[in-house]
């Protein structure tokens, strides 16, 4: 059974149960998961923080952004909306700050810890190069950066509140199929957005000539898109690893897959995915990217969203 345990602003422990709603959302691309829960109105003093478990597993951890009361002619309401806990990274201004070779430890002491959260390394690992935290960035953009230049990825906030510096992990492969094994789904819609791709990225590298260098996206060009950019890579030190991420960026929305499961599934993020159907066009070297947890009183499901890693 679930369990909800919010802290409220005097640091009491408000425990509720039977949420007459609950969604919970899980995207690669937002840094903080979501989570709107309704129950039937209770007394309490203002919440602040929630940590949910289904018997000894937390399922999420974050902080509460708005409490609404609502008063309805089927009953009295109490809606709460919450983040997790990379919220805290999000809306929090960081100092300006310019470091050479900044490590694990300095970022997680100055970008952190200050906002109870802690972090996951192997290793104090140390950037042998300059980072610049501007005025206006959040702590988030100052640890993102960081894990970019150090370990190439994106970091993500755990359902613990730890910082993962090299990103959501892979945990296992995970098989949906309507057969005797896997996660049994009721839908699956597979979407092609060609609409997306690009074919080709002509760029300018010096002021005084034309765009005059181009980056293919011979996958594209083969199947008949014409989808075409102008990079102006000027004060860029990479033109073509930018025009690359620009074809990236087009590609990885260009596939999607969407199944809808019974029941929850919010430990699967990240996993490499097998979906065993024949409609599949391009079911291979897939991945869940995003999960949507709905829960009221007729459904109890997951939509699993799925895209294709980069080969």
């Not at 602003?9 to 919970?24: C, F, Q, T």
């Not at 902080?63 to 809306?91: F, N, T």
């Not at 700050?97 to 970008?111: D, E, F, K």
């Not at 953009?141 to 370990?151: G, I, P, T």
């Amino acid at each position: 059974m679930l369990k909800f345990e919010f802290t409220d602003i005097n640091d009491k422990v408000v425990i509720v149960k039977n949420p007459l709603s609950l969604l919970i959302n899980i995207e690669e691309d937002v840094p903080a998961d979501d989570m709107t829960v309704v129950f039937e109105y209770f007394d309490t003093d203002e919440l602040k923080e929630v940590r949910v478990v289904d018997n000894d597993e937390v399922i999420f951890t974050g902080i509460v952004d708005e409490i609404s009361s609502v008063c309805e002619s089927s009953g009295r309401l109490i809606r709460i909306v919450c983040r997790s806990m990379a919220a805290k990274l999000l809306d929090n201004e960081s100092v300006p700050v310019s470091y050479t070779h900044p490590s694990v430890s300095v970022i997680s002491s100055r970008h952190i810890k200050p906002f109870g959260l802690s972090s996951v390394s192997a290793e104090d690992t140390t950037y042998f190069g300059t980072q610049t935290v501007l005025k206006g960035a959040s702590n988030w953009q100052a640890v993102s950066d960081f894990s970019k230049n150090v370990y190439g990825a994106t970091p993500r906030v755990n359902v613990l509140g730890e910082v993962e510096f090299f990103g959501a992990k892979e945990n296992k492969e995970t098989i949906f199929s309507n057969g005797t094994d896997g996660i049994r789904y009721t839908s699956l819609t597979e979407t092609i957005k060609r609409c997306e791709e690009i074919s080709k990225v002509y760029i300018k590298v010096i002021n005084s000539s034309g765009y005059n260098n181009t980056i293919e996206n011979a996958d594209a060009l083969k199947r008949g898109i014409e989808r075409e950019r102008y990079l102006n890579a000027v004060l860029t030190d990479t033109p073509a690893q930018c025009a690359d991420k620009m074809i990236k960026n087009g590609r990885d929305k260009s596939y999607v897959v969407t199944l809808v499961c019974p029941g929850r599934h919010l430990n699967i993020f990240a996993n490499s995915a097998v979906v065993e159907d024949s409609m599949l066009s391009r079911g291979a070297d897939l991945y869940v990217s995003g999960l949507r947890y709905q829960l009221n009183s007729k459904n109890d499901e997951t939509v699993v969203i799925l895209k294709r890693k980069e080969v």
